[in-house]
Structure formats: C-alpha cells, structure tokens
C-alpha cells in the first residue's frame, strides 16, 4: 500500500509539473497563480502545496526535470570512443543536444526560461541563463585545449577563441529557432552551421 501511495504522490507532482509548463509557456510565469496551475492540473492548492512551497520552488522543479542540453553535452565528450577526437566529439555532443531540444517538452521548457520568465521571488532568468553558458563554455574550451594538445585545431586559432565562436554561434542559433520553432529543424540548422565550423577550425 506504501508503495502505491508514493506512485500515486509522484504521478501527482508530475501532473502538477505538467500543468505548470503548460500555463507558464502560455501565460508567462509572472502572469500566472498556483491556483491557475492547479485548477489546470484539475486538483486543489492544497494538493499543489503539498508538494511545492512556493511558486519559485515549482518553477526550479519544471527546470531540474528536463534534462539541459549541457548535461547532454558533458556525457557526450566523455565517452571512451570520443577522447582521442576531440572536435568530433564536440560536434556529436551539440547534435545530441539538438536532438533533445527539438522534444516538446525541452522546447517549451527552454522556451518559458529564456522568453516567457520575467524577475519573481528568488528566481533570476538571467543568472540562470549565464550559469549555464558559463558551464557550457568551460566544457567547450577544455575539449579545444585537448584539440589543440592533440594537434587538430588550426594554428592561428586559439582555443579560447574557438570557444567563444561556437558558444555564439550557439547561442544565436538557440534564440533564433525558439522565437519559432516551427520555421526549420534546429537539429538540420545546427548540424549545417556547427559542422561547417568544427570543419574550419580542424588543422
């Protein structure tokens, strides 16, 4: 009976979780009440505080269950059949993420913290954006350092630099696609644009 009653709380959070993203991505987060969430989700507030203390807590839950396409990006350059290639391997772990962003529920998720997510409580969107690029950005630099260690990046071209050409070609990319996702395929667009220019940057 224990057993059942924790799949049944989780199987609520998840709803709650659900609805959250749903009414966040169409109203904006600022815009929108725990009451609204939960009678979205069809449930009470009680229900909803049970599980969430407030709407910051609910909010950082929606990110931390999608998995970020850093996270994605990490467990790629870190496969065994990748070390000795690093820019290689930078280009399958940016596919990967491509690949993950182009899911709904990543899309609209990305798409509530970059757009639709103004300054509330102890939520900054800004600062969590840049913490990501941050980490983003010294994941990509150590891989071009092994690059340039292994002598696969080209010699007028520092790692440091590199770095921040493929994080702005990113991040560009990024905003671009998520202003209307339905216009091409992020996954096409990024393995055009990130290929063609891991390639320029190969000794």
């Known amino acids: 009976m224990a057993r059942r009653t924790k799949a049944e709380a989780e199987a609520t959070r998840e709803a709650l979780l659900d609805a959250a993203e749903e009414v966040f991505f169409d109203n904006g987060v600022a815009r929108t009440s725990l009451e609204q969430i939960a009678r979205h989700a069809g449930m009470t507030r009680g229900a909803l505080y049970w599980h969430f203390k407030n709407k910051a807590d609910l909010f950082m839950a929606l990110i931390e269950r999608v998995r970020m396409p850093f996270e994605e990006l990490v467990d790629t350059l870190h496969h065994p059949h990748l070390l000795d290639d690093p820019l290689e391997a930078l280009r399958v772990a940016f596919d990967n993420g491509f690949i993950r962003l182009e899911q709904p529920s990543s899309h609209r998720v990305h798409a509530i913290l970059l757009h639709r997510c103004e300054f509330f409580s102890d939520i900054n969107p800004l600062e969590m954006q840049d913490r990501l690029a941050e980490e983003c950005h010294v994941e990509i630099c150590q891989q071009l350092r092994r690059a ?18 493929l994080q702005a070609t990113l991040g560009g990319l990024f905003h671009d696609w998520l202003r209307g996702p339905e216009r091409y395929s992020i996954r096409e667009r990024g393995e055009e644009l990130l290929g063609s220019l891991l390639h320029m940057m190969r000794r």
């Open 148 to 165: 340039h260690e292994l002598g696969q990046l080209r010699d007028d071209l520092s790692p440091e630099t590199a770095a921040r050409m």
